[in-house]
């Protein structure tokens, strides 16, 4: 009775498991961008978004569509915030796209703030905070609370940060 059981559900699962895979594989040619994503976040709308070499690129089950910021932009990190705008940083420019209903405009702190591109390459990751946004390189971590920018510097690379108790914790 028990090897009858364990045959019909093995047979089962076969046929579920076959309709519906577990993984889907998206080639370059259906997505039509970059070869490299480095990030990934989702947003409330289950709206999937990658840092893609050649832009922001999203999918939304159905679709794919593609931000560019220009022509260079090479996206590394990205964080879908509480106040509905997806923060990324590019090689030399950080900033954020505002949503609309039917479009995204891209808004670069860097530049509104006049901060050297230089100063702002390598920007890997981003973490919220209460009221804050904070972009971490290297050794420096750029603090945004929407008006101004604060730039902090460390004598070492920064080995981890986190947001913890409302407050922004570095290890370097």
Same mark, same amino acid.
């Given at each position: 009775m028990k090897q009858i059981f364990f045959v019909i559900f093995i047979t089962i699962c076969n046929v579920v498991f076959a309709s519906y895979p577990l993984v889907n594989n998206y080639?370059? +040619?259906?997505?039509?961008?970059g070869t490299q994503n480095w990030d990934i976040v989702q947003d409330g %709308?289950?709206?999937?978004?990658?840092?893609?070499?050649?832009?922001?690129? *999203?999918?939304?089950?159905?679709?794919?569509s593609n931000r560019v910021i220009d022509a260079k932009s090479n996206l590394r990190s990205l964080h879908y915030a509480s106040d509905g705008r997806m !923060?990324? *940083?590019?090689?030399?420019?950080?900033? !954020?796209? #505002?949503?609309?209903?039917? *479009?995204? *405009?891209?808004? &670069?702190? &860097?530049? #509104?703030? %006049?901060?050297?591109?230089?100063? +702002?390459?390598?920007?890997?990751?981003?973490?919220?905070?209460? #009221?804050?946004?904070?972009?971490?390189?290297?050794?420096s971590i750029f603090e945004y609370d929407s008006i101004k920018l604060d730039k902090s510097t460390f004598f070492t690379d920064i080995d981890a940060a986190a947001f913890v108790n409302h407050a922004f914790i570095v290890a370097a």
């Open positions: 080639y370059r +040619s259906a997505y039509k961008a %709308n289950n709206t999937m978004y990658f840092a893609n070499n050649n832009g922001l690129l *999203s999918f939304d089950g159905v679709r794919w !923060y990324v *940083s590019t090689f030399n420019d950080f900033g !954020y796209f #505002q949503f609309h209903t039917t *479009s995204a *405009s891209y808004h &670069s702190i &860097s530049d #509104q703030l %006049n901060i050297a591109k230089k100063e +702002s390459n390598a920007l890997y990751n981003i973490i919220e905070g209460d #009221q804050k946004m904070y972009f971490w390189s290297g050794k």
